[in-house]
Nanobody, 122 residues
Framework: QVQLVESGGGLVQAGGSLRLSCAAS????????MGWFRQAPGKERELVAA????????YYADSVKGRFTISRDNAKNTGYMQMNSLRFEDTAVYYC???????????????WGQGTQVTVSS
């Protein structure tokens, strides 16, 4: 199993940037696809971006394409999501998640971090 801990959330003005980090432990990080999800109050959790275990493939939700960039450093057992041009509607709790590297990036994820709050002021 893999354990995940997010960091990097906070309060930022619209148009600003944040970088989220996801530190993994307990298993070989490169064996897992990694995804970033978010959940805003009153809304369902949604997959924002995902990256394959090797880092060679990515997925982005339409709402963040061109603004968010997902990456990973398997040597450091850490994943990242750079968020630029933040909008008020990006406000949510962001979760790092992992699934074993079989199947696509949009399938069910089995391992979750505790979440980090991102608040964008308008």
């Amino acid at each position: 199993q893999v354990q995940l801990v997010e960091s990097g959330g906070g309060l930022v003005q619209a148009g600003g940037s944040l970088r989220l980090s996801c530190a993994a432990s307990g298993s070989t990080f490169s064996n897992y696809h990694m995804g970033w999800f978010r959940q805003a109050p009153g809304k369902e959790r949604e997959l924002v971006a995902a990256i394959t275990g090797s880092g060679s493939g990515t997925y982005y939700a339409d709402s963040v394409k061109g603004r968010f960039t997902i990456s990973r450093d398997n040597a450091k057992n850490t994943g990242y999501m750079q968020m630029n041009s933040l909008r008020f509607e990006d406000t949510a709790v962001y979760y790092c998640a992992a699934r074993y590297r079989v199947g696509g990036l949009t399938l069910e994820y089995h391992y979750w971090g505790q979440g980090t709050q991102v608040t964008v002021s308008s």
